[in-house]
Structure formats: structure tokens, C-alpha cells
């Protein structure tokens, strides 16, 4: 039972049970603004009259699809995504590049076993590869002069 009592304080299940509540009320706030605004600013435009697209229908052998009330939906899950893009999505990204770009490179990959390794070394500790020096060279080996 202790571990169960853990699961439930640690901070990221309260910070997921949190976004839930947060995204489940903003999406009633989204339908909201569907259906009172958006539909009948399209009726507006279209002929005047505030359509409700729940009841657009059609029939195909006798089933009947209801394409009206999808496109509300279309709609709603559109606004919900275009909103975490540009209130979410993009800072993050920002923030996440101004934070990384100072960030000065401390590993290089091997060219033989591509794995990081230090800017520094001389010789991969992997696959023990001479790596090529700055000049296009291989690094001298340490411990022997040239001739």
C-alpha cells in the first residue's frame, strides 16, 4: 500500500491529473466557442442564418450520415491543436533553443564506431580507432617522436 501512496504524490501524476482537468475544460470552452461563434459567423457569411451543422445530414441506401456534427468537431479539435501549437509547442521550442544554444561541444563521434566520445582524444576508447588530428593527420601516438 506504501508504494501505491507513492505513485499518487509523485509530482508528475499530479502534474498530468492537472493538464487533464485544464484540457477537459478547455475543450468545453472550445465547443463553446464553435457552436456560438464561429457557426454562426459562417452562417452569416453563407446566407444569414445561423445554421447548425448537427443537423446536416445525408442518406446512402438508407444510413444516414450526420457530416455536420463531425465537421463541429473538425473544427473544435482544430482550434485545440492550432492553440498548444502557438501557446505550447513554439515557446517550449524557443525557450529549449536559447538554452542549448550556449552550450559549448564537449563530444565529437568516432568516424569507426560512431560513438561520442571526448572533442579531446586521440584515439577512440571503443574501438581504440587513431582519430585524425586538426591538420587532416593522424593524432601523434603518445609516447613516440617522429623521426
Given at each position: 500500500?506504501?508504494?501505491?501512496?507513492?505513485?499518487?504524490?509523485?509530482?508528475?501524476?499530479v502534474e498530468l491529473a492537472v493538464a487533464v482537468v485544464?484540457?477537459?475544460?478547455?475543450?468545453?470552452?472550445?465547443?463553446?466557442?464553435?457552436?456560438?461563434?464561429?457557426?454562426?459567423?459562417?452562417?452569416?457569411?453563407?446566407?444569414?442564418?445561423?445554421?447548425?451543422?448537427?443537423?446536416?445530414?445525408?442518406?446512402?441506401?438508407?444510413?444516414?450520415?450526420?457530416?455536420?456534427?463531425?465537421?463541429?468537431?473538425?473544427?473544435?479539435?482544430?482550434?485545440?491543436?492550432?492553440?498548444?501549437?502557438?501557446?505550447?509547442?513554439?515557446?517550449?521550442?524557443?525557450?529549449?533553443?536559447?538554452?542549448?544554444?550556449?552550450?559549448?561541444?564537449?563530444?565529437?563521434?568516432?568516424?569507426?564506431?560512431?560513438?561520442?566520445?571526448?572533442?579531446?582524444?586521440?584515439?577512440?576508447?571503443?574501438?581504440?580507432?587513431?582519430?585524425?588530428?586538426?591538420?587532416?593527420?593522424?593524432?601523434?601516438?603518445?609516447?613516440?617522436?617522429?623521426?
Open positions: 500500500m506504501t508504494g501505491f501512496k507513492k505513485f499518487l504524490v509523485r509530482g508528475n501524476l485544464i484540457g477537459a475544460a478547455f475543450s468545453g470552452l472550445v465547443e463553446a466557442l464553435v457552436a456560438d461563434i464561429i457557426t454562426p459567423l459562417i452562417g452569416a457569411v453563407t446566407g444569414g442564418h445561423q445554421p447548425n451543422f448537427a443537423d446536416y445530414t445525408f442518406t446512402v441506401n438508407g444510413a444516414k450520415f450526420q457530416y455536420g456534427d463531425f465537421v463541429n468537431h473538425a473544427l473544435s479539435f482544430l482550434i485545440v491543436a492550432a492553440v498548444i501549437y502557438w501557446l505550447v509547442v513554439l515557446p517550449m521550442t524557443r525557450l529549449l533553443g536559447l538554452l542549448t544554444r550556449d552550450k559549448a561541444v564537449t563530444e565529437k563521434q568516432c568516424p569507426e564506431c560512431l560513438s561520442d566520445i571526448p572533442v579531446a582524444a586521440r584515439r577512440c576508447a571503443f574501438c581504440t580507432a587513431v582519430l585524425v588530428g586538426p591538420a587532416g593527420s593522424p593524432a601523434p601516438a603518445h609516447g613516440r617522436h617522429s623521426a
